[in-house]
Structure formats: C-alpha cells, structure tokens
T-cell receptor, first 113, second 113 residues
Framework: GAGVSQSPRYKVTKRGQDVALRCDPISGHVSLYWYRQALGQGPEFLTYFNYEAQQDKSGLPNDRFSAERPEGSISTLTIQRTEQRDSAMYRC???????????FGSGTRLTVV | EDKVVQSPLSLVVHEGDTVTLNCSYEVTNFRSLLWYKQEKKAPTFLFMLTSSGIEKKSGRLSSILDKKELFSILNITATQTGDSAVYLCAVAEEETSGSRLTFGEGTQLTVNP
C-alpha cells in the first residue's frame, strides 16, 4: 500500500482480555518495527523483523507480549491478559532496508479498562 | 544504556520567530540521527544526519550534527502556526541489518498567531 496501515485505530478492552494489533507495511519493505508510545513520550522500541524472521525482541516488556510476521508482510502484535499499564499508542514502522524509507503508521490507541 | 535527551521539552513562540531545538545523545555505536515531526498522526520524517558539520536544509527547516560533542540542532526560521507539533529526535546504531531507533521525549512546539 501507499503507507503503513495499522488496525484497529482504537481499541478499548477489559483487563485480562487478549488483544491483537495488526500492521500492514509498505509493499516491498523488508524490515518491520513495533514501538510503544506513552503520552508525552517518544516511541519506545519493542521488536523488529527482517522478512519473517524476528531479529530483536529485547524491547518486549514481558512474556505477555509477542509478535509474528509469518509471511514476511503483515505483522501482528499480541498482548495476552492485558493490564491497565499496557494502555498506550502502539506504532508500527517499516523500511526498505535499514534506515532507507523508514515510515511510521498512524498507530493503534489501546486503552485497557 | 543508550540515551537521547531533547531540550526544551516545550516551547511557545509567535509567528515569525526563529526557534532552535536541541538533541544530545549517548549511544554505543552511533550510525545516524533522525528528526521527525509528529502532529496528530504518525511521525513524519524530516532529516537524517550521518556526518558531522554538514547542514541539511528543507525550506525553513535546517539541521546539523556534531559527532564530537554528540548533539544535533533543528532550526526553524520564520515559524508559522502549521509548525506547531512535537519534534522528535531519534538515534540509530550500527547494525548489520535493520535499525531500531532510540527516541528522545520530544519538544512540544506551539506557534501562536
């Protein structure tokens, strides 16, 4: 597509529920990144993929968070047993290779009540 | 631990003023520094700086990097109300593939008419 597309735009969920956030990167982009952005802060790295391989997941806060990109295109970030502290904007970015064409999506605003 | 610090955190100016935003960093294997403008939606790319002392310019915006003193500045001349946004600075480290970014907190710029 023309840009990085994320869905849903907004998600409100009850504490303890699982959520799945989707990212559709720019067509042909090799690398895909997930970030989390709290209000008034810059984005914080979570994990990234080159093609379908997860290269670095050191930013995932705990084992309730996981991500996959099975066919090297669309990625899903899953949060199990959500907690209120998981509330944030979750942003996806993709790049052709390295820093070339690094583009962010509009994000998914997650609210856990 | 890698660190990116931006100052000021917020700034209010009048249309026509010139502003300078600062970004200092401490990273292990510096590769590039990037500036983004974030309004309501996704951060949009402004500049990528890799070499010291070379000014990058786009219209009323310009930026320069000092790798010896580990900082960058973003200048905006003749500010307009449309420049109101959060300006984010991010640093990328040397990697063989893919690039995670470490962001600062951002500078909230408000330009009043």
């Amino acid at each position: 597509g023309a840009g990085v597309s994320q869905s849903p735009r907004y998600k409100v969920t009850k504490r303890g529920q699982d959520v799945a956030l989707r990212c559709d990167p720019i067509s042909g982009h090799v690398s895909l990144y997930w970030y989390r952005q709290a209000l008034g802060q810059g984005p914080e790295f979570l994990t990234y993929f080159n093609y379908e391989a997860q290269q670095d997941k050191s930013g995932l806060p705990n084992d309730r968070f996981s991500a996959e990109r099975p066919e090297g295109s669309i990625s899903t970030l899953t949060i199990q047993r959500t907690e209120q502290r998981d509330s944030a904007m979750y942003r996806c970015a993709s790049s052709f290779l390295g820093l070339y064409g690094y583009t962010f999506g509009s994000g998914t605003r997650l609210t856990v009540v | 631990e890698d660190k990116v610090v931006q100052s000021p955190l917020s700034l209010v100016v009048h249309e026509g003023d010139t502003v300078t935003l600062n970004c200092s960093y401490e990273v292990t294997n510096f590769r590039s520094l990037l500036w983004y403008k974030q309004e309501k939606k996704a951060p949009t790319f402004l500049f990528m700086l890799t070499s010291s002392g070379i000014e990058k310019k786009s219209g009323r915006l310009s930026s320069i990097l000092d790798k010896k003193e580990l900082f960058s500045i973003l200048n905006i001349t003749a500010t307009q109300t449309g420049d109101s946004a959060v300006y984010l600075c991010a640093v990328a480290e040397e990697e063989t593939s893919g690039s995670r970014l470490t962001f600062g907190e951002g500078t909230q710029l408000t330009v009043n008419p």
